[in-house]
């Protein structure tokens, strides 16, 4: 069973990087089936995804535009967990934080199972 | 981007009924359409994927259906737990986007 865990500090101050860990168990942040997915939500945007990292032969990321040039996703294979780090950040980018595995079969794709959720708020 | 919208917002039910959550994609996604349940506090929890296939786990009362741009969540007897909100999600490209949810309220 795949569980994914957390953590970070959940308290930034505005022009400043918020930085984010989830940690695998039960699976491989290296896997061929996977990607590592970083989703927040607020009730202004919704569930918004920013992004992921994933293995296939090399790694791979893919960000969204909305954060593209201060979104940084990392895997860590020595701790198996992977990373966001989000660039200066503004009270906008006060959310819940997810991470989630992203898996896929028979050409299909789904988040699960997903972080227990990290509530990042951003001081002016 | 495909924008996904779901309709009601919110939706008031009594335990047994039945119950139809819609979802509209504004553009063809074929069946790549996933299903999220989620309450207070708590992470969203995979429903069904695939437009109608159940994730494992998930009780029986629980389907979907639709392809194209028009899907449908079902429950087909509402159980107390099943308060909360449900989302969809097309995972047909990137950027992987997310409906907003309707909320499923006590009568």
């Known amino acids: 069973q795949v569980q994914l865990q957390q953590s970070g500090p959940e308290l930034v101050k505005s022009a400043q990087t918020l930085s984010l860990t989830c940690a695998i168990s039960g699976d491989s942040v290296s896997s061929n089936s996977a990607a590592w997915t970083w989703i927040r939500q607020s009730p202004s945007r919704g569930l918004e995804w920013l992004g992921r990292t994933y293995y296939r032969s090399k790694w791979y990321n893919d960000y969204a535009v909305s954060v593209k040039g201060r979104i940084t996703i990392n895997p860590d294979t020595s701790k198996n967990q992977f990373s966001l780090q989000l660039n200066s950040v503004t009270p906008e980018d006060t959310a819940v934080y997810y991470c989630?595995?992203?898996?896929?079969?028979?050409?299909?794709?789904?988040?699960?199972?997903w972080g227990q959720g990290t509530l990042v708020t951003v001081s002016s | 981007d495909i924008q996904m919208t779901q309709s009601p917002s919110s939706l008031s039910a009594s335990v047994g009924d039945r119950v139809t959550f819609t979802c509209r994609a504004s553009?063809?996604?074929?069946?790549?359409l996933n299903w999220y349940q989620q309450k207070p506090g708590k992470a969203p929890n995979l429903l069904i994927y695939a437009a109608s296939s159940l994730q494992s786990g998930v009780p029986s009362r629980f389907s979907g259906s639709g392809s194209g741009t028009d899907f449908t969540l079902t429950i087909s007897s509402l159980q107390p737990e099943d308060f909360a909100t449900y989302y969809c999600?097309?995972?047909?490209?990137?950027?992987?986007?997310f409906g907003q949810g309707t909320r499923l309220e006590i009568k």
């Open positions: 999600q097309q995972s047909y490209s990137t950027p992987i986007t």
């Open positions: 989630a595995r992203q898996g896929y079969s028979y050409g299909h794709n789904w988040f699960d199972p």
């Open positions: 553009q063809s996604i074929s069946n790549y």
